[in-house]
């Protein structure tokens, strides 16, 4: 694994690396976390706009929290992985879907990018000014939780959804880990 790695936001400068980051996820057949890269980037144009607004409180479907998105980046300029911050949390991201949803694309796994994409997320609910931030990930999802305990994780409980799906939750004091 590549340690130079960084996130930025979307832009249509890499509009064909994140087409193969795309593709890679669906040609995997696997559920596309987080879920704005199932966004369809047919349109990128649009799918950037769609991803700018929705960072803005005032543009946003009601029930909707602002979020921001950030793709990883290697050194090569190949999209690994996406994170989606949420600004603040609602009733349902609350219980089962956390201030972070974060996924590395199925061919770049097991190369230490969750741990990395994480931490830098971590930075930036930190410059948003939160102090005590939510990740969760599905209970047997081990390296998604071995990902959240390395960056601070503190499980909390678990939250049985609807569908039977169990979601375990845990907490990362954003304050402790930027201390000198």
């Known amino acids: 694994m590549d340690s130079q790695v960084y996130i930025i936001k979307p832009s249509i400068d890499y509009q064909d690396a994140y087409i193969s980051f795309y593709q890679d996820w669906i040609n995997s057949g696997e559920n596309i976390v987080p879920w704005v890269v199932g966004k369809d980037p047919t349109d990128f144009p649009a799918m950037l706009q769609f991803l700018s607004e929705e960072a ?3 543009l ?12 990883l980046m290697d050194t090569a300029n190949k999209v690994v992985g996406a994170v989606n911050i949420r600004h603040r949390l609602n009733e349902k991201l609350l219980n089962s879907g956390g ?8 061919s770049e796994r097991r190369k230490g990018y ?10 930036q ?25 390395k960056n601070g994780g503190v499980f909390e409980s678990e939250f049985i959804e609807e569908n039977g ?4 939750r845990f907490w990362i004091d954003v304050k402790e880990r930027i201390r000198p």
Do not use: M
């Open 99 to 106: 201030h972070i949803g974060y996924g590395i694309c199925p």
């Open 114 to 123: 969750a741990t990395l994409l994480l931490s830098l997320a971590l930075q």
């Open 56 to 58: 803005k409180e005032e």
């Open 165 to 168: 799906n169990c979601i375990r």
């Open 125 to 149: 609910t930190a410059e948003l000014g939160l102090q005590k931030v939510l990740v969760v990930c599905d209970k047997g999802n081990t390296g998604s939780e071995r990902t959240i305990l």
């Open 60 to 71: 946003l479907p009601e029930g909707w929290v602002p979020a921001s998105t950030y793709w």
